[in-house]
């Protein structure tokens, strides 16, 4: 008999339901707080597996007591939210998205792997897969951005980032990727709230990403909090067991959100705990994180006849398999064992510094405003987040400790050590107060340039952080609307830099400033990040994989739009438009500019007839006509004008990148499988139909911006 089989041959009902448990060993994170003080349970056997516990000795200690004198000796799977770094922080994932760079999600991912590895850990609640279409949902932040082809190529890239050659290895963690499924289109953008999507975008949009962590091997997922259609996915047994796990092929573990056994009972479909624990058993989930639903309600399930001990066992193996998959059997403390070396995390802080920098998306550059001029003599810093280092952290900051973030002021000053730099908030983040802008604005006398610091607190976006509005919050507007009057008469140039997790709606600012940059929440190395990007030490790259709204009404917004029987036209009253604003959103899909200015010519398609098995060559020439090395990003699209099921008007199917001096011309090569141009057709079943696709390439989702050619799909 193996191991697994002889441990549950010997285990009680209340060791069995012990693995199925996850607490949280100190602090309630975001939710409520319910095993309390855990070590009598772990050394009875009756907890399983712990969340929120970090650093190698409070893992060590817990360790010893499951594995030493417990009765069994199981270790515990110790998990926590590294979502963009551990210690060290990354961009947000929004913000990183933008890199379009899987060589760098995947390293990026393996370092923060590294990293809680050193603190004991070994599964990380990430990566993040939901889609996001609608910039008032909070946690569009912690996500891939608005596309799902964009998503599938995150999802391999960090799950094989976190979990790195082999599980068992003491620098790899556990991926649990989240949140199954559609949590993205919550109703009206607000937390928690229903959704009712169809099956088709069900099946188009927001699964594709956790197909994709499936085949790249993820070993766990957490069902959303959310209800789809009336069935919380928590107890969703039609998605989480027959198509999670019976067509995708997912055989890890399922580890419930936090009291979302629990919370079955306010969604209506549970009288009491045993039904809600019965009901995500049934549907699939393993582990019940903080619920304490199976501990409390599965024996009660047992004997009204809700549930069968071989569905217990069920569970209790797939934990105990993952356990094993990890090599908490065979060495528990294996990870925390060794140290990092300081060497380590050098390294690790210039990588945060590099893809931070890579981050940033350059929205706005009026006569070349940016990069500043190489020594400027005074420099004038205003804003709530110009000497915020703990905002820089973002929303989900892991074990990154408020101090050691670098901040925009302390970046400017170590990058230009000769340059004077005034800096002043003028007002706070969120509060009412004015009375500092007078005296910021006379900052402004005499200054090279202004740079505006303005956006949102970290936690003004993430988890329970939805905004009916999100714009500029407190008196941010008055503080910008001041500067830019002083500006104006200073002949000075004002550069903005907006913080925040999600496009903020800032039409009127995007207007006045010379100059704008999306600082999204950078990590630990954004004040750094920032000045290489003004200072042109680093020419900006980063693109928004997110569409920037210019109003709150054109939410949801995104490019992949199906085509309207009435297509918008000025002219024509009676056509998909609004009265008070263009359909157009602020800056497209894919938007960022450079230092330096690209032209795209030749576009060169072979073949441009073919079968299902084959693929097309896209190439195009690339010319950086700017004074400034650069690095452009080349997108492509496609556009399906006849099926038998309308077609969005726009398809993300690929980019490169390509870095050119002033004055050189590359070529950007792009392959393109037929076999990808497959859809759900009316059944929902993958078609592959005769005739036109669109290939479109050029840098953003703005059609206008694109180079078009025609292929021919046959038979
Ligand atoms: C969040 C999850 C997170 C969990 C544990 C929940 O509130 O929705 O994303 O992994 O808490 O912290």
């Given amino acids: ?53 970090v650093g190698p000795e409070p893992v060590r200690q817990m360790q010893r007591l499951a594995v030493e ?93 976190l979990q790195g ?54 070993a766990a997922i957490m069902p959303a909090f959310t209800d789809l259609a009336g069935i919380p996915m928590t107890a969703n047994a039609a998605l989480l067991r027959d198509t999670l796990r019976g067509q995708l092929g997912f055989g890890g573990v399922l580890v419930s959100d936090y009291n979302a056994i629990g ?21 699939g989930v393993d582990i019940d994180m903080m619920a304490d639903a199976y501990r409390r309600g599965l024996p ?38 060794t140290p990092e070396s300081s060497e380590q995390l050098a390294q690790r802080r210039k990588l945060a510094r590099s893809v931070a920098a890579r981050a940033i998306v350059l929205l706005k550059n009026e006569q070349e405003t940016l990069p500043l001029p190489p020594a400027p003599r005074r420099l004038c810093l205003i804003g709530p987040l110009a000497d915020a280092p703990a905002e820089m952290r973002g929303p989900w900051w892991a074990a990154g400790e408020p101090e050691g973030q670098v901040s925009v002021l302390a970046g400017l000053r170590a990058a230009l050590p000769g340059t004077e730099i005034l800096q002043a908030s003028g007002v706070a983040i969120d509060e009412p107060r004015k009375a500092g802008i007078a005296k910021a604005v006379e900052l402004c006398e005499g200054a090279d340039a202004i740079i505006l610091c303005l956006g949102e607190r970290a936690t003004m976006s993430g988890e329970a952080a939805s905004r009916a509005s999100p714009e500029l919050p407190g008196q941010q507007r008055a503080l910008a609307e001041a500067v830019f009057k002083r500006a104006a008469k200073l002949g000075c140039r004002v550069i903005v830099i907006l913080f925040s997790g999600r496009p903020l709606i800032v039409p ?74 263009s359909n157009e959103p602020l800056y497209p899909f894919g938007h960022g500019l450079s230092y330096g200015r690209f032209t795209l010519q030749d576009l060169h398609l072979t073949p441009d007839k073919l079968s299902e098995k084959e693929s097309v060559e896209v190439q195009v020439d690339v010319t950086n006509a700017g004074a400034r090395a650069a690095e452009e990003t080349v997108f492509l699209f496609t556009r399906d004008k006849l099926a038998s099921v309308a077609r969005p008007l726009l398809e993300l199917r690929g980019f490169a990148k390509i870095a050119l001096r002033p004055g050189e011309t590359g070529t950007v090569s792009l392959s393109l499988a037929a076999a990808d141009l497959r859809f759900l057709g009316p059944d929902l079943l993958p078609v592959f139909e005769e005739g036109e696709v669109e290939i479109l390439v050029g840098p953003c989702a703005d059609r206008s911006q694109l180079l078009a050619g025609t292929i021919r799909l046959c038979k």
């Fill in 1 to 53: 008999m193996n191991r697994i089989e002889s441990l549950l041959d010997r285990m009680t009902l209340a060791e069995k339901l012990g693995q199925l448990t996850m607490t949280a060993a100190g602090y309630a994170v975001t939710g409520p707080f319910i095993a309390g003080d855990s070590t009598d349970a772990i050394k009875a056997g009756t907890i399983g597996n712990l969340l929120n516990l």
């Fill in 69 to 161: 004198e417990s009765r069994l000796g199981i270790p515990l799977l110790i998990g926590f939210d590294v979502i963009h770094g551990h210690r060290t922080l990354f961009p947000i994932p929004l913000a990183e998205a933008g890199l379009f760079d899987p060589a760098s999600w995947a390293l990026t991912a393996r370092e923060a792997a590294r990293e809680a590895c050193a603190d004991g850990l070994a599964m990380a609640f990430a990566p993040m897969l939901d889609v996001s279409r609608d910039p008032r949902w909070g946690r569009t932040a912690e996500g891939p951005g608005e596309d799902p082809w964009l998503a599938v190529r995150i999802a391999r890239a960090k799950v094989s980032g």
């Fill in 165 to 218: 050659a082999a599980l068992a290895d003491a620098e790899s963690l556990a991926a649990c990727a989240k949140h199954f499924c559609a949590y993205g289109p919550v109703t009206a953008g607000r937390e928690y709230a229903s959704v009712d999507i169809s099956e088709r975008t069900l099946r188009e949009i927001h699964l594709p990403a956790f197909a994709a962590a499936v085949q790249a091997g993820v």
């Fill in 263 to 283: 919370e079955l009972i306010r969604h209506g479909i549970a009288a009491d705990l045993a039904e809600a624990a019965a009901l995500a058993l049934k549907a």
């Fill in 300 to 337: 009660l399930a047992l004997e009204r006849g809700l549930v069968t001990m071989e569905q217990i066992d069920t569970s209790v193996r797939r934990v105990l398999r993952l356990k094993e998959q990890l090599g908490l059997f065979d060495d528990p403390y294996r990870r925390g064992a």
């Fill in 508 to 581: 009127w600012l995007a207007g006045k400033a010379d100059a704008v940059l999306a600082a999204w929440f950078l990590g630990s190395e954004a004040g750094n990040a920032i000045a290489d990007v003004l200072t042109c030490r680093v020419s900006p790259s980063g693109r928004t994989a997110i569409t920037w709204p210019r109003a709150l009404g054109q939410m949801p917004i995104f490019y992949a739009q199906r085509p309207s029987g009435r297509p918008a036209n000025p002219d024509d009253h009676f056509t998909s438009k609004y009265l008070d604003v």
